[in-house]
């Protein structure tokens, strides 16, 4: 049989996002999943910060963080920095998971980009994830990403954060005034009950929690806009939990 015609893509021009696909958009409602596919994993990548690398046959254990240009960061191999074709698989390498295609450049904490120190996007790491065993850093560009029978475009994901000016002045504050708050929603959300919960992270679709042992993700549903959205975001979280207590305590009396 002769093969199959190569993909074609297509650019969605109510946002900046390009998506390879079997076959481009014909109707309205097409663009409207294509934009909620783009969202989905976008969540996915942000809720998924720990994975595998795979290089030159090899394939490891990695942790990210997400830059506030929407790049990924992560301490590296000196043997990954050398290799010329590099995949992420986000969480493993099952089918349900983010496979990337990357490339990756390093960077020097002494260093910036774009007026950004990159000493802070390394004492970002460290604040999710603690001192690295890798002494080397990289910044990971995005190519294209496979996710749920879908190939994007690396642009499509790598979203900068329009929070970010305000993100350590907001994490402080919730840190310090809202701390019961911070773990009821942890609790809600993944089932953990964590002693010393420590938001890290905030971004339009979420937060990010630091635990005892790992990150926690907090989704947020509609996009967080401002300081005062993600407070109230944090507090729907929470009342969930608490909503569940209640019904629990009721169950319990009768």
């Known amino acids: 049989p002769p093969p199959p015609p190569p993909p074609l893509f297509f650019f969605n021009v109510l946002a900046p996002t390009v998506i390879y696909t079997s076959s481009p958009p014909r109707r309205s409602s097409d663009l409207a999943m294509i934009d909620e596919s783009v969202v989905d994993a976008c969540r996915y990548l942000r809720a998924h910060l720990t994975g595998l690398i795979s290089f030159d046959g090899e394939v490891v254990p990695i942790k990210l963080v997400v830059a506030h240009d929407g790049a990924l960061i992560a301490p590296v191999m000196v043997a990954m920095l050398r290799s010329f074709d590099i995949a992420l698989f986000m969480p493993d390498e099952g089918e349900d998971s983010m496979q990337m295609q990357v490339t990756l450049e390093e960077i020097s904490e002494k260093g910036e980009r774009d007026g950004v120190p990159n000493g802070a996007l390394c004492d970002r790491w460290r604040i999710y994830h603690g001192e690295p065993e890798d002494v080397r850093w990289a910044r990971i560009t995005i190519d294209a990403a496979k996710f749920r029978g879908l190939v994007f475009d690396g642009i499509a994901l790598m979203r900068p954060n329009p929070l970010a000016d305000i993100e350590p002045k907001l994490c402080r504050r919730i840190n310090a005034e809202m701390r019961e708050t911070l773990t009821a929603a942890v609790a809600s959300v993944a089932g953990l009950d964590v002693e010393d919960p ?6 339009p679709l979420g937060f990010d929690v630091r635990g005892r042992f790992d990150v926690v993700r ?37």
């Open 198 to 203: 420590r938001l890290v992270g905030v971004d």
């Open 218 to 254: 907090l989704p947020a549903d509609p996009p967080i806009a401002d300081g005062e959205d993600a407070v109230d975001a944090l507090e729907e979280l929470a009342s969930t939990a608490e909503e569940g207590d209640a019904e629990s305590d009721a169950a319990e009396q009768d």
